[in-house]
């Protein structure tokens, strides 16, 4: 069994009841548009030739800890924590990026959405502790609270910073 | 102009050595830190060594004995200095002082 | 002896003017060698090959400011660089050129170059406290418990040349050797060794304990510039660090010195005595032997990295101390046996 | 205790034969260039700052289409022409290429349509000014046909 | 009587050396015992046992001069700076109820025993007697391992415990 | 042997080194604030951002061909690789094909490349070390390849020479004879390293059993590249998630598990020979045809979604996920950078050791600071 179904099947037991509704995307870049935009399912699978990822997961901020729990026990390492604005849904993206040190290759993309004016998750530095760094960036750039941060202080801004740069409406 | 040639004479030599003995005795009263104390035992082992080594050159039939002793006081002086430091350094330890009346405990 | 002493006093400022010239223009080697061990040239801008280098280097650092960090203590922090300085001058006095230029003929030659050397580490240790920096301070500590760490062999080595001369004074030490290449100590089967078969070895711990002595790379932790910054003199500019600069050159001289002296026969001629121009000779030699001993320094310092203290101080007592101990012993027991 | 020796003397060894390593380099060459008293010449593909090309009679070939200004990602160059009357085309009258805040990435010049930018294979680009680095490369350009004018005299 | 030299002649010089280094040794004591910070204070016993190594070069005694550095400056002096460094990074400046009468009494006493001493130095007919050799390096190295070797060895085994307890001390106090 | 079994560290007994912004070490403007307890290490923290210049957002407001020269500005050591990686993400989002010849040279270039960033780490690592003279060494070799480079690409450090779908000139003959001549070089002064730092037993003693990194940490912190592949984990991109011709050519992952910074040394040093064969085989395979594609979208508009590309730069993984909204810029442009990873797992690994070694082991991590900040 490859990694990229055992993943899918662990993942399993953080949606009982849509597990039915993953779906698998393939085609073109057109094609695959339109399908993404249908692709409703918290598990999706992508086309790793077009995307660059093989699966997609939509997760809600409570259940991100135990995302990360089950990612790690499949041996997947961190690459990234960032985040992405979407001031028209009044809300902030964070996208957690999880890849193997395997030649069985699955690249995992996380997301979680939390609303814009007051954005807040857990932190998942009890797992991954390579993510402190990134969630203090994610702060930095979105303003996004980590709850349970051990050290949720600017990273790559100037101390005294209260600004989100990342953020659409922030102009210098 | 006979300060040119004190140093050709015993009591010179004696005097100096009672002065940097009676320097000592007053460091090791007046000081309050232990290092202190062991600096000014330091003067007075300095003191005593200076007497040895002037009756040596001056008085003694075989002057070996004055430089052998004086040698003597300097191992003597090496090993106290190890011994006492080590001394500070636990009580540093376990006092955050090198005040000697810090140190109440040691009084029993 | 009242006589002998003005002389000392007299040639400690003739050590000054030798010393100085000797530190610019060693500074100024160590700039070309490294640069040609390097690939490139080194200086060259200044003077014909670079040879104004050290004197403009001099000018220029004469007429900085001399930054006194707040909060130190002023007069211990003025004084360290001098004390850096004196010890090595001290200790030229004694150094015998040929068997007749020497300053002072003192009966305890050997014992004074090292009880100025220790002095000389107090000034390290002095200097990288009062500075108020940590990198200095640590710096400092590092100096000393490596100072005091290769003082160990260095003089049990040194001792067992003086067992086999049979004099603590160092031009005797060189006479001893004279009559050619092979009577040099740095040979094994010498007969007034009792044929050790061990002496190239104890030119290497004394030659590996001379750099460490001094401070320099590998051995240079004190000054760690990747670590430490500037290591004990990170505070000093202007003359306080030129002080420090030359003194540390000096001191090289005098390790230098001091192997030539030991191991290499002194002033004495390779190939027996020759007959002709005794004194210029004589002084051709030693020095000849001094600048290769430099050579090597500098070759080393810009081959190895830069060992740690605890690699240092392994080195010192897992093989320094006990080669050089076992040594003493051998020799002792085979210059009883055969001499 | 057989450790202890070949520790030694392996170690002995492999420090020897560094110090052979640079031992050889020793009476070898320099491999530099004493910078200010010789230079290098430059590759043909060298990517200095922008110059404009002059054409046959010296005047630029620039038509003022703009699309090295809008190719430019950090906004260094800055140019106005004007139509002089009776004349179809707009002739360029001023090119100030901000050296400042250039990046050197060539965008100007892959964006150029009509052969009007190069490279130049200036190098020596060391100033203590800021106003140094504001070029007027029609003055440039103007100087260099002044000076390969005068070669050809 | 001595015959006094002149300034200008080299015994004079001699005696001028003499003068300065007494005068040195004499503030470096005085600093060591007085100094308000330890730093300044060692700094004042280096000097002054410097100063000692050269009055013991006067009393015609090299080794002993080269000894006193080599030890009491290169070891001693060393260790108590280490001491300083471990354990009193700034001084306190605190005056404690037994200390005001510690500095009169500590001079009283001091000054006594300076009186007494050197005016017993000054008054007493010391007795000379002809030198049976020179006491040099060769006869003190002979001497310490025949007449003195019993010494020469109890001072080997204090020097060793010294540093056993040093060590033991010191460590001791680490690991609470 | 790690330096904590030997001394009880006293948390009390602490005091704060600042090592950094500007330290011999840190080869850039990095800050650790080390709580000491003498020359052992109680804590570190790493403070960034120093040169922190948010080129996330200058995407957000360039076009995605005006953003190409910010790449060179990340790593200025392999600023080719981190080219490559851009240009691969624009290209799998925009689906443009890449002529054959095109890849092999970028491959080439980036080999190329490669070597140089490892030329100039062991060089700065080893004047970390203390030993000055291979910096020179490693500088009179990289030196070839940035003439080499120079020579098409118009400039040393920051190229700029990718374009999407191709490249922006092609490589002419001298280059070819002067890559020949510059692999049968670097073979020889790669025997030379060999006996001047790599078989040192100063070198040796400093560096093997300390700063160790095992497995489980790399995994926790997503180390990538040479730092990870010194503790035995068989993981380069371009083999386990190949791109471009990299599967088409023989070479072979270096992977030491010695844990230790030898382990990471070592790597390195292997990765440079294998990039030499990259490099032979290339030149030996090198087929003609044109270096940019027939047809290419003028504008470059990916249409709306995700895309990610990895590439294997010098110090790892970097990773550059683009979220399109159909439009000319970026929407969201997120780098991950290899040695922000790597970094971040030495305030954790220095613990309990010697400043020095902790000095070493940093060296032994190739920090390139502006990639690191962004």
């Known amino acids: 069994m490859s990694i990229l179904e055992k993943t899918i099947q662990a993942f399993a037991e953080l949606f009982p009841e849509e597990a039915a509704a993953t779906v698998a995307v393939d085609g073109t870049a057109e094609e695959q548009t339109e399908k993404d935009s249908e692709a409703e399912g918290p598990v999706v699978a992508r086309d790793y030739a077009t995307r660059g990822f093989h699966l997609d997961i939509g997760v809600a901020p409570d259940q991100l800890v135990r995302a990360a729990e089950i990612l790690f026990a499949l041996d997947y390492f961190i690459e990234s924590i960032t985040g992405v604005d979407w001031p028209k849904e009044k809300q902030i993206e964070a996208v957690y990026d999880f890849c193997r040190y395997d030649f069985d290759l699955c690249r995992v993309v996380v997301r979680t959405r939390t609303p814009r004016d007051e954005p807040r998750l857990p932190t998942i530095t009890g797992i991954y502790t390579g993510a402190n760094w990134h969630e203090r960036e994610t702060h930095d750039f979105f303003g996004v609270v980590f709850d349970g941060h051990p050290n949720l202080i600017p990273l790559l801004l100037p101390e005294d910073a209260d600004f989100h740069p990342l953020l659409k409406d922030f102009t210098a | ?108 | 002896m009242e006589l002998s002493l003005l002389n000392a006093f007299i040639a400690v400022f003739i050590a000054i003017a030798f010393v100085g010239a000797n530190a610019a223009y060693l500074v100024w080697w160590e700039r070309k060698g490294a640069g040609f061990f390097q690939r490139r040239p080194g200086p060259t801008e200044n003077g014909p090959w670079g040879l104004l280098q050290p004197p403009l280097d001099g000018i220029k650092l004469m007429t900085k400011q001399l930054l006194i960090p707040g909060g130190v203590d002023k007069a211990i922090f003025m004084v360290a660089p001098v004390l850096a300085m004196f010890p090595a001058l001290v200790s030229f006095v004694t150094i015998p050129f040929s068997s007749s230029i020497q300053a002072h003929t003192i009966e305890v030659g050997v014992l004074l170059i090292f009880a100025f050397a220790a002095l000389g580490s107090m000034s390290l240790l002095v200097a990288g406290w009062s500075s108020r920096n940590k990198y200095a301070m640590i710096s400092s500590i590092r100096a000393v418990s490596q100072t005091v760490a290769y003082e160990i062999p260095l003089l049990i080595t040194t001792i067992t040349v003086v067992l086999i001369a049979g004099s603590l004074e160092l031009s005797e030490i060189a006479a001893a050797q004279m009559g050619g290449i092979w009577n040099w100590y740095i040979w094994p089967f010498q007969k007034s060794a009792g044929f050790n078969i061990f002496m190239p070895i104890s030119f290497m711990i004394m030659f590996i304990c001379s750099v460490a002595e001094t401070n320099r790379a590998p051995f240079d932790l004190g000054e760690a510039e990747s670590e430490l910054v500037a290591g004990f003199h990170t505070e000093y500019s202007s003359m306080g660090f030129g002080l420090f600069f030359m003194g540390e050159y000096a001191n090289i001289v005098i390790g230098a010195c001091l192997i030539t002296i030991l191991f290499l026969g002194g002033w004495a001629c390779p190939f027996g005595d020759l007959g002709f121009f005794p004194f210029t000779h004589h002084v051709g030699w030693f020095l000849l032997k001094l600048y290769l001993i430099i050579f090597v320094f500098v070759w080393i310092r810009w081959t190895f990295p830069r060992t740690t203290i605890y690699g240092l101080l392994n080195l010192s007592w897992q093989y320094m101390i006990p080669l050089s101990l076992f040594n003493l012993l051998l020799t002792a027991a085979l210059i009883k046996v055969f001499a | 205790m057989s450790g202890y020796f070949t520790d030694l003397w392996g170690g002995a060894v492999s420090l020897l034969e560094g110090m052979w390593v640079t031992l050889k380099e020793f009476p070898k060459r320099p491999v530099t260039v004493g910078y200010p008293h010789e230079h290098l010449k430059m590759y043909r593909r060298f990517r200095g700052h922008v110059e404009l090309i002059g054409g046959e009679d010296g005047s630029p070939n620039c038509i003022v289409c703009s699309m090295c200004e809008r190719a430019c990602p950090s906004n260094c160059i800055s140019m106005t022409g004007e139509k002089p009357e009776g004349s179809k085309k707009k002739v360029l009258t001023s090119y100030i290429l901000d050296f400042t805040t250039c990046s050197l990435c060539g965008s100007c010049v892959e964006s150029c349509n009509f052969n009007a930018l190069k490279f130049s294979n200036e190098y020596n680009l060391a100033s203590t000014r800021r106003e140094d680095f504001i070029i007027d490369l029609l003055e440039r350009l103007a100087e260099q046909n002044k000076a390969s004018g005068g070669g050809d005299d | 009587m001595i015959e006094t030299p002149s300034l200008f002649s080299a015994d004079g010089l001699v005696g001028l050396i003499f003068l300065f280094m007494i005068v040195v040794t004499f503030c470096g004591g005085l600093l060591a015992a007085t100094a308000d910070r330890l730093v300044r204070a060692l700094s004042g016993l280096v000097i002054c046992f410097t100063g000692v190594a050269g009055i013991y070069y006067f009393l015609n005694s090299p080794f002993m001069a080269m000894m006193q550095i080599l030890i009491y400056v290169g070891a001693v002096c060393v260790t108590i700076s280490f001491a300083i460094m471990l354990a009193s990074p700034e001084q306190k400046q605190r005056r404690g109820t037994g200390s005001v009468l510690a500095g009169p009494i500590g001079f009283a006493v001091g000054a006594l025993i300076f009186a007494g001493m050197s005016g017993l130095a000054l008054t007493t007919n010391w007795q000379q007697f002809d030198k049976i050799n020179e006491g040099s390096v060769k006869q003190i190295g002979h001497e310490l391992l025949t007449t003195y070797s019993m010494v020469f060895e109890l001072i080997s085994l204090v020097l060793l415990i010294a540093i056993i307890g040093a060590v033991v001390i010191a460590r001791g106090g680490r690991n609470q | 042997m790690n330096q904590m079994d030997l001394i009880e560290l006293q948390p009390d007994e602490t005091f704060v080194l600042n090592v950094g912004p500007q330290h011999p070490a840190t080869h850039g403007v990095l800050r650790v604030k080390m709580t000491m307890d003498g020359e052992y290490i109680y804590d570190a923290e790493t403070v960034l951002g120093y040169i922190h210049r948010m080129h996330e957002k200058m995407a957000e407001n360039r076009t995605y061909a005006q953003y190409m020269p910010n790449m060179g500005r990340l790593d200025y050591l392999s600023a080719m690789a981190f080219n490559h990686g851009y240009a691969l993400v624009v290209e799998r989002a925009c689906g443009i094909e890449v002529p054959e010849r095109a890849e092999y040279i970028r491959v080439l270039t980036v080999e190329l490349n490669r070597i140089s960033s490892h030329l100039v780490w062991l060089g700065a690592f080893v004047l970390d070390l203390g030993g000055f003279t291979p910096l020179m060494y490693c500088f009179d070799d990289r030196e070839y390849i940035l003439d080499l480079l120079e020579s098409i690409t118009g400039s040393r450090l920051t190229y700029c020479y990718f374009r999407f779908g191709g490249l922006y000139n092609d490589i002419d003959e001298p280059f070819i004879e002067g890559t020949r001549r510059f692999v049968k070089r670097m073979y020889k002064e790669l025997k030379m390293y060999a006996k001047l730092v790599t078989g040192n037993i100063i070198l040796m003693k400093r560096l093997r059993g300390h700063g160790i990194i095992d497995q489980n940490m790399c995994q926790r912190y997503g180390a990538t590249g040479p730092v990870a592949r010194g503790s035995g984990i068989n993981y380069d991109v371009r083999r386990n998630e190949p791109y471009s011709v990299y599967p088409e050519l023989d070479f072979d992952i270096p992977v030491d598990d010695g844990c230790d910074s030898y382990a990471r040394y070592l790597v390195r040093m292997e990765e440079m020979v294998q990039s030499l064969r990259i490099i032979e085989q290339i030149l030996a395979k090198l087929p003609e045809g044109p270096i940019n594609p027939a047809k290419k979208p003028k504008i470059i508009k990916p249409p709306p979604g995700d895309y990610y590309a990895a590439v294997e730069t010098a110090r790892g993984n970097f990773g550059i996920r683009l979220v399109s909204d159909g439009g000319k810029n970026a929407y969201r442009l997120k780098l991950r950078s290899p040695t922000y990873s790597n970094m971040h797992l030495f305030d954790e690994a220095c613990r309990g050791m010697l400043i020095a070694d902790a000095l070493a082991f940093m060296g032994s991590l190739d920090l390139v600071i502006p990639e690191m900040d962004r």
């Open chain 2, 1 to 108: 102009m006979q300060l040119l040639v004190i140093h050709q004479y015993l009591g010179t030599y004696l005097v100096f050595g009672a002065m940097l003995f009676g320097l000592g005795i007053y460091g090791l009263l007046a000081r309050r830190t232990l290092i202190g104390m062991l600096i000014a035992a330091e003067l007075l082992l300095a003191g005593v060594s200076i007497n040895f080594m002037a009756f040596n050159r001056f008085l003694t039939p075989d002057p070996t004995v004055g430089q052998i002793f004086a040698l003597f006081i300097m191992a003597v002086a090496a090993a106290e200095a190890a011994i006492g430091l080590s001394i500070v350094v636990a009580v540093y330890r376990r006092y955050r002082s090198v005040d000697s009346e810090d140190m109440v405990n040691l009084n029993g």
